[in-house]
């Protein structure tokens, strides 16, 4: 069965480093997202992306994060200078048809710790 | 704006009875619902969805009501299991998922 993969499962780096957080969707899909869920709360929307380029991103998706999708399977999270409120899990989902017609499908998540 | 409620944060079940989650929305205009699962370290696995042109829609042990009128969701799991303890959260499908905070089920075997 198709599934969206995340790599790293576990990244721990110092507050103020960079980090790139990786995805590989679910081949045949066209729409990306990232979310974020801070531990024991709600799972939070970041950003999609759609042909290329965001379609929407949330008030938490400031300047310091970036996504790009480098090549035709790779979709990446890119957070510039880390803050220690920037500990989290982050999904990546995809969908086949955007959010109104099909199921987003999630990965198994990348733990960011950040000290 | 838009939001995604559950009425109850923690359930506790005996293994074998049925388990009901409930769901609250305040958005009209939301036409697909999502139940996803989350197990502890792990992303949100779908489980069911329904349109709004439809009030019930079930799946293998999962039924999901939906009522319009009162922008109610719920989640029904039939004889649950040990591997049913897991968070369940509603998700309005919009443009983007849109969660809302999560039931945590507990099954007391």
């Known amino acids: 069965e198709p599934e969206v993969t995340q790599t790293p499962s576990h990244q721990v780096t110092q507050m103020g480093q960079e980090v790139i957080l990786r995805c590989v969707p679910i081949?045949?899909?066209?729409?990306f997202y990232w979310y974020r869920q801070i531990l024991g709360q709600k799972v939070e929307f970041l950003v999609s992306?759609?042909?290329?380029?965001?379609?929407?991103k949330s008030e938490i998706f400031d300047d310091q994060f970036s996504v790009e999708r480098p090549d035709g399977s790779n979709f990446t999270l890119k957070i510039r200078s880390t803050k220690l409120e920037d500990s989290a899990m982050y999904f990546c989902?995809?969908?086949?048809?955007?959010?109104?017609?099909?199921?987003?499908?999630f990965g198994q998540g990348t733990r960011l710790t950040v000290v | 704006g838009e939001s995604v409620g559950l009425h109850l944060p923690t359930l506790s079940v005996q293994e074998g009875d049925n388990s009901i989650i409930n769901c609250a929305y305040s958005?009209?205009?939301?036409?697909?619902f999502i139940w996803y699962k989350q197990e502890s370290g792990k992303g949100p696995q779908f489980i069911i969805d329904i349109r709004s042109n439809m009030d019930k829609r079930q799946g293998q042990r999962v039924t999901v009501l939906l009522n319009k009128t009162v922008k109610h969701l719920s989640l029904q799991i039939a004889a649950t299991q040990p591997g049913d303890s897991a968070v369940y959260f509603c998700a309005e499908s919009l443009d983007k998922v849109i969660f809302g905070p999560g039931t945590s089920l507990s099954v007391i075997p």
């Open positions: 081949s045949n899909h066209l729409y």
């Open positions: 992306f759609y042909n290329n380029e965001i379609s929407e």
């Open positions: 989902a995809s969908s086949e048809g955007g959010g109104r017609i099909t199921e987003a499908f």
């Open positions: 958005n009209s205009a939301s036409d697909y």
